[in-house]
């Protein structure tokens, strides 16, 4: 989204002079604005722009994560059991489980897509609160800045949101039933931080870094690809 964005400043430079001194806030929030002079896109049309170039690909990562085998398929974000649980998967796969460990692995990516179509909401909370600070910093940011902007403004609530889809979602996977039946006998062992077993908080985990990663390519696209400006109002602002 970086050429996207820095379109837009672009078309500040380019407005007659009393259009320099455009009040980002107010046109992040879609108040009205006298139109630039000149026949040039109007302040409105800016902050619209604006507004939808975010809402675009934060959209389209939702659409691409939240359907089947949006996590599974996609070998940048599938969800695979952590570290830790190497040596029970081995010791399961040894014993003739293998197939239910794969219908863990399956049940993991499940679960993320299914929670992820929440995050629209979320996202497009945040691009509604979005100061005038925050745009500066997303119009002179990196590739990845309005990414940066939503990981830190949206993970608690996406937190909040995706924790209970998830876990109805592998409580409908055997193999999930049954470890947590083991998980719940090991906390009464010394020593054992039950937290790092916690299946459910490490899918809930994994779903929002593949959601962030997903978002963050749909950022780059939208800046450098004047094939991902997929509305009128994107193509007329960000084209010129």
Known sequence: MRGVLLAVAAVFV???AACAQIDLDRLLKGLPQTPAAGGSVGDVKIGQALKQALQVGTEKAVN???RPDGYYLNQAIKIVLPENLKTVESALRLVGYGAE??????GMNRAAERAAPAAKT???DAIGAMTIDDARRILNGADTAATDYFRDKTTSSLTAAFRPVVERSMNEVGVTRQYKQVLAQAQALPFLN???Y?????VVGKALTGLFHVVGEEERKIRKDPA?????LLREVFGR
């Open 198 to 202: 916690d299946i459910d908080r490490y």
């Open 14 to 16: 380019t407005v007659s």
């Open 228 to 232: 991902a400006r997929v509305t009128d």
């Open 64 to 66: 691409l994560t939240g």
């Open 122 to 124: 979320i996202f497009w």
């Open 194 to 196: 039950t937290e790092d």
């Open 101 to 106: 460990v794969d219908a863990l692995v399956v």
